[in-house]
């Protein structure tokens, strides 16, 4: 069975830094797309970034220049390095991961900045 854990989540200030990881494990098959969502309270899930299996990036306009997602083929894990941190960047933060069997998803971790 496919899991995915995620890490990294938790308080930061305004302006701070946090980094987040998602591994995956449990498949047979190779990973393909793997991307960062995140749902802020009493509002929708939005697309963070995303990564290819090759490397191509998608980074929302929100977090541009701010947000670098990265990827370990070696160790089917994710990264999103967060950087220069707004108090609307408060969410909690969903790693998605693409098999040829379908999405599956982590548990989801918070982020919280506030002063």
């Known amino acids: 069975q496919v899991q995915l854990v995620e890490s990294g989540g938790g308080l930061v200030q305004p302006g701070g830094s946090l980094r987040l990881s998602c591994t995956t494990s449990?498949?047979?098959?190779?990973?393909?797309?793997m991307g960062w969502y995140r749902q802020a309270l009493g509002k929708q899930r939005e697309l963070v970034a995303a990564?290819?299996?090759?490397?191509?990036?998608n980074t929302a306009n929100s977090v541009k220049g701010r947000f670098i997602i990265s990827r370990d083929n070696a160790k089917d894990t994710v990264y999103l390095q967060m950087s220069s941190l707004k108090p609307e960047d408060t969410a909690v933060y969903y790693c998605?991961?693409?098999?040829?069997?379908?999405?599956?998803w982590g548990q989801g971790t918070p982020v919280t900045v506030s002063s």
């Open positions: 990564i290819s299996s090759g490397g191509t990036t």
């Open positions: 998605y991961a693409d098999f040829n069997t379908g999405r599956y």
């Open positions: 449990g498949s047979m098959f190779s990973v393909d797309a």
